[in-house]
């Protein structure tokens, strides 16, 4: 019996396996990115057989989606699900993502920021605009590995992402800009290109040194704070 026969047979059970299957494909696409990982990668990361992996997911395609979609909403639920999953296209991950990153819901501290005119505390609202921003990209971290492992592979991924980029470099260099002609920042000869490299920070302290595996690796909660505090003193001062 092939893999594809085993797969036809529908069953409900708990999310709890396929959240593992999903967790392991994760790992092997940020390593090899989408065109060179295999069925076979990843069943090896997991430790069981290529063939069992068709009794969750019909192939690699529907296999990406899911880590994307777990790589912006976390883990799946413990609910129960039929499985194998229905069949996803990359097409559909594309667009599933164009309308689950939403700059208005998913960043409402800098939305308000960016409407608005400078609070008495502007300190205050630096902290509050970066922290958010940290708590926004540790949580896709995930999303920003795979995606950037997998770009030269998929085109269409590849320039949503760089739309993605694009949009949180602007609006950050928006803040920075309105907020230095308010006189509310220290005067800066460049403010779009220290808005870039704070948000460069944040990115390195947020998704790039946690997955690092360094054993000299910051604390997340210790990295969080100074990237608050970097900000501040840099933008504000005393």
Do not use: C
Request: proline content about 6%; hydrophobic content about 45%; charged content about 30%.
């Amino acid at each position: 019996m092939t893999p594809h026969a085993t797969a036809a047979r529908r069953r409900v059970t708990p999310a709890r396996r396929l959240d593992e299957v999903v967790e392991a494909a994760s790992r092997v696409f940020a390593d090899k990115g989408y065109r060179r990982a295999q069925m076979s990668d990843v069943a090896r990361e997991l430790g069981v057989s290529a063939g069992n992996l068709y009794n969750y997911v019909p192939g690699k395609e529907t296999l990406f989606a899911l880590v994307l979609r777990r790589s912006v909403d976390g883990p799946l639920a413990e609910d129960a699900v039929e499985l194998p999953v229905e069949p996803m296209t990359l097409a559909d991950s594309v667009e599933w993502l164009r309308g689950r990153l939403d700059f208005v819901s998913d960043f409402p501290v800098m939305e308000a920021a960016l409407a608005g005119a400078p609070p008495a505390d502007v300190a205050e609202e630096v902290r509050a605009v970066v922290l958010e921003l940290y708590d926004v990209l540790a949580r896709v971290g995930d999303l920003v590995v795979v995606v950037e492992s997998s770009g030269s592979d998929l085109r269409a991924l590849a320039e949503f992402f760089l739309e993605v980029r694009r949009e949180t470099f602007s609006r950050m260099a928006r803040y920075v800009e309105s907020r230095v002609a308010a006189d509310a920042f220290r005067p800066l000869e460049e403010p779009a290109v220290t808005a870039r490299l704070l948000l460069e920070l944040v990115n390195w302290s947020a998704v790039r040194h946690p997955r690092r595996r360094d054993p000299e690796s910051l604390p997340p909660e210790a990295a969080r704070t100074a990237a608050a505090e970097i900000a501040v003193n840099a933008l504000v001062g005393t």
